[in-house]
């Protein structure tokens, strides 16, 4: 059996998250007690982005004096030393760290380098506009941050927030939104969507055998789902998916959906590598809104900041492509690519996204 595929037809928004989270994790209690620990152990001085006016920077050489170890804890007569626990933590949690650490890092060059400046009020300013998306004052969205994702205000802002508007301010203006792609995403959000059982096999041979017996029996076909089906959530339930919207990130199973009546099955729908579909249509939902005008405003807000994720992803992964780091935790050497016409920002796009600062959160459904 593969390893679990999520849904396909999943698309609440067209952000793509499946791609992967490059960096803004949110760090448990001990990994952000590594990071401070691994920071005395190696005499980093770092500024805190968005904090102040020397946000982000970094350094994890120099010539200051080692810090004194001081004791952290004493079990009968042994001394647990600062060191030793630092020893620990870098140990455990150094590599993850360390990356944020070198993400930050990078950043922070590339806007020195562009004189691009992130002060603390533009920061604060963005923490408040997200919160009254969500019709939520800051102290709120705060808690709500700690509760869900065990990130306090001075990290959010600084690991989160700054991060993510100093990379705006790199890329650019580069969203260009067409009639088209607006009326798309309307469709997609809010128009007719078809309900459907789904079968997911990783073997075109197992696949074909599947779909022959459910052809002849569509009255198995959840009992086919939940013996065949490689996808566990929806194989628990007999196949039952969401409803699959028009327009969505996969391209072949919405057209195969939308052509099927209620009660008809679907061939054999290949959507990814060593991945087949076989769908069993229930009938289509009815149009949530009918008036494109009615939410307009908010497709253009929504579309706009998929755009500029995109192109922050673009930018982000220039500049870890053209900086070379060399990571003694990990032994290895990264980027350093030389340019012989500069950096191009608008060019190569990526397979990852640097994910919103409302990612990982419940957010209001439509």
């Known amino acids: 059996m593969g390893e679990p595929t999520p849904n396909p037809h999943a698309t609440q928004t067209k952000t793509k998250s499946k791609r992967k989270i490059i960096f803004f994790a949110a760090g448990t209690g001990l990994v952000l007690l590594a990071g401070v620990l691994f920071f005395q152990t190696f005499n980093a001085k770092t500024g805190s982005a968005g904090e102040d006016k020397s946000a982000g920077k970094v350094r994890l050489s120099g010539n200051q004096p080692a810090v004194r170890s001081q004791p952290v804890a004493k079990v009968g007569s042994v001394v647990i030393t600062e060191d030793e626990l630092a020893r620990e933590c870098i140990a455990l949690y150094g590599p993850e760290v360390l990356e944020n650490v070198i993400n930050r890092a990078v950043i922070e060059q590339a806007c020195q380098k562009a004189g691009v400046t992130v002060e603390q009020a533009e920061v604060h300013a963005e923490v408040e506009k997200i919160a009254k998306r969500f019709n939520l004052d800051t102290k709120t969205w705060y808690d709500m941050l700690q509760a869900e994702r065990k990130m306090n205000p001075s990290q959010y802002r600084r690991n989160v927030i700054w991060p993510m ?44 055998k599947v779909w022959d017996d459910v052809k002849r029996n569509p009255a198995d076909f959840e009992r086919k789902a939940r013996d065949f089906s490689i996808e566990p959530n929806s194989r628990a339930l007999g196949g039952a998916i969401q409803p699959i919207p028009q327009y969505s990130d996969n391209e072949s199973l919405w057209k195969a959906a939308f052509k099927l009546k209620e009660g008809e099955i679907s061939g054999i729908i290949q959507i990814g590598p060593s991945r087949y579909a076989i769908l069993m ?25 998929e755009q500029t994720q995109e192109a922050v992803a673009r930018v982000f992964a220039k500049l870890k492509e053209e900086t070379r780091v060399d990571n003694y935790i990990t032994n290895t050497v990264t980027g350093g690519v030389s340019q012989t016409s500069g950096t191009n920002f608008g060019q190569n796009p990526v397979q990852q996204a640097i994910p919103s600062p409302t990612q990982g959160l419940n957010r209001p459904t439509r």
């Open 165 to 208: 508007l100093a990379l705006r301010k790199l890329a650019g203006q580069q969203t260009h939104l067409t009639q088209a792609e607006v009326q798309k995403a309307f469709v997609r959000d809010y128009g007719p969507r078809v309900k459907a059982r789904m079968i997911m096999m990783d073997n075109l041979h197992r696949a074909q």
């Open 281 to 305: 249509c229930e009938g289509h939902t009815d149009p949530v809104v009918t008036n494109i005008e009615e939410v307009k405003s908010q497709l253009i807000e929504q579309l706009t900041e």
